[in-house]
């Protein structure tokens, strides 16, 4: 049997990143056979791949792919912050926007079915999701994403890979990536008042009343209040109504500065990684108190 040398096992651990002791156990059972070994280490990380899937990912990226009239936003999560840097990861979700953008697929399925290679994975986007999985060792998963091809034009804007936005417009390209970047700043939920969902507005309404039941004034007066705080909301939350972020005068709304400008949105989509998902905590000290706690018991 050759021996096995740290510089094989650096070789197989380069074209795996699986953990060193793995690689040379992986290398001895080969026989010293460097592909070989590789195919066994492909069967065992699918193992950590699926032992993986059960965690949550709630950090990742948001990428972006436009060219033209045709765009898409995607969000992909993965369990650290670390591994949202990953070259490979960051590819993944790279790719992923791109066959968004050019295939048009209907759904998450539709588009893990895609066909796509990347560090020996493949032939689907699917395939090199779990592949990748095994490979670094974190679960990660395509959340969402958003295709424009409607005929308008598109400015987008990417706040490192954590928040990405997309506009649809017609007129000002300054402009409309000035909303872009307005819309990632100030986080508006809709285009207009008209468009923030209902379920939104009756829970803003119903803290309002709560809050206005409390001042002990006449019901007229409630209602008033009531109405009023739900109105502030909206100016709050919707795009054409929040002031400006670059206004001189710090007055100027979005809906203004598009006018002077002669632009019109006709949509957005805004993508903030791990927005609604539950992030594990792990309270290091209470976990060692528990062990602390468990070792006595024991003896």
Avoid: W
């Avoid at 950590?48 to 950090?59: D, F, G, M, T, V």
């Amino acid at each position: 049997m050759p021996a096995i040398t740290a510089s094989m096992v650096a070789e197989l651990r380069a074209k795996t990143d699986a953990p060193m002791m793995e690689c040379k156990k992986a290398l001895t059972e080969a026989d010293g056979d460097m592909g070989r070994a590789e195919e066994i280490l492909r069967v065992k990380l699918g193992n950590k791949a699926s032992k993986a899937a059960s965690r949550i990912a709630a950090e990742g990226v948001v990428a972006a792919s436009v060219s033209g009239g045709i765009g898409a936003l995607i969000e992909i999560n993965c369990e650290t912050d670390f591994v949202s840097k990953n070259d490979s990861f960051l590819a993944f979700a790279n790719a992923a926007a791109r066959l968004v953008a050019e295939k048009d697929p209907a759904d998450v399925a539709a588009l893990g079915a895609l066909p796509h290679s990347q560090d020996g994975f493949g032939p689907t986007l699917e395939d090199v999701r779990k592949g990748l999985i095994g490979k670094i060792g974190e679960n990660m998963s395509i959340r969402r994403f958003k295709r424009y091809a409607g005929g308008g034009r598109l400015a987008h804007y990417l706040h490192g890979t954590r928040i990405g936005v997309i506009v649809e417009f017609d007129g000002s390209d300054v402009a409309a990536k000035d909303v872009a970047m307005h819309v990632a700043a100030m986080k508006p939920v809709a285009l207009s008042s008209a468009d923030v969902p209902a379920a939104l507005v009756d829970k803003e309404r119903k803290i309002a009343a709560e809050k206005a039941a409390e001042s002990g004034k006449p019901a007229e007066i409630v209602a008033k209040m009531v109405e009023g705080s739900v109105h502030k909301y909206l100016k709050e939350v919707s795009l054409l109504d929040q002031v400006f972020v670059k206004a001189a005068d710090g007055k100027q709304t979005v809906g203004q500065m598009l006018k002077s400008t002669s632009t019109g949105v006709k949509a957005f989509t805004l993508y903030v990684v791990g927005e609604g998902i539950e992030k594990r905590t792990d309270d290091f000290a209470a976990e060692v108190a528990a062990q602390v706690a468990a070792a006595k018991a024991q003896g």
